[in-house]
């Protein structure tokens, strides 16, 4: 699977944005989808994940209740809306599909371009 995201951009310390992550191919719904981010100096990081039903969600702490990961499966996309953001979301954001949550979550699965959200204080 091919992933394309976008939505990234500036935005000052508690306001939002959404990112979007386009997904090629015909088999969509069979795919867990999630996000991870990777800030300065840093190590990739998990931020949420989906189901491919979307009937599961993950997050990680940091970003529990301000973050929100959902899926159209008839558009082949996955969405992360992301509230009350703090400079420390500053990162470049990946996209990334797996078959399973689990392998998704470890890394192993196809990643998408990453794109840039900066949070000014």
């Known amino acids: 699977v091919q992933l394309q995201a976008s939505g990234g951009g500036l935005v000052q310390a508690g306001g939002s944005l959404r990112l979007s992550c386009a997904a090629s191919g015909r088999t969509f719904s069979s795919y867990a989808m999630g996000w991870f981010r990777q800030a300065p100096g840093k190590e990739r990081e998990f931020v949420a994940a989906i189901s491919g039903s979307g009937g599961s969600t993950y997050y990680a702490d940091s970003v529990k209740g301000r973050f929100t990961i959902s899926r159209d499966n008839a558009k082949n996309t996955v969405y992360l809306q992301m509230n009350s953001l703090k400079p420390e979301d500053t990162a470049v954001y990946y996209c990334?599909?797996?078959?399973?949550?689990?392998?998704?979550?470890?890394?192993?699965?196809?990643w998408g371009q990453g794109t840039q959200i900066t949070v000014s204080s």
């Open positions: 990334t599909a797996d078959k399973t949550i689990a392998t998704m979550t470890a890394g192993f699965g196809s």
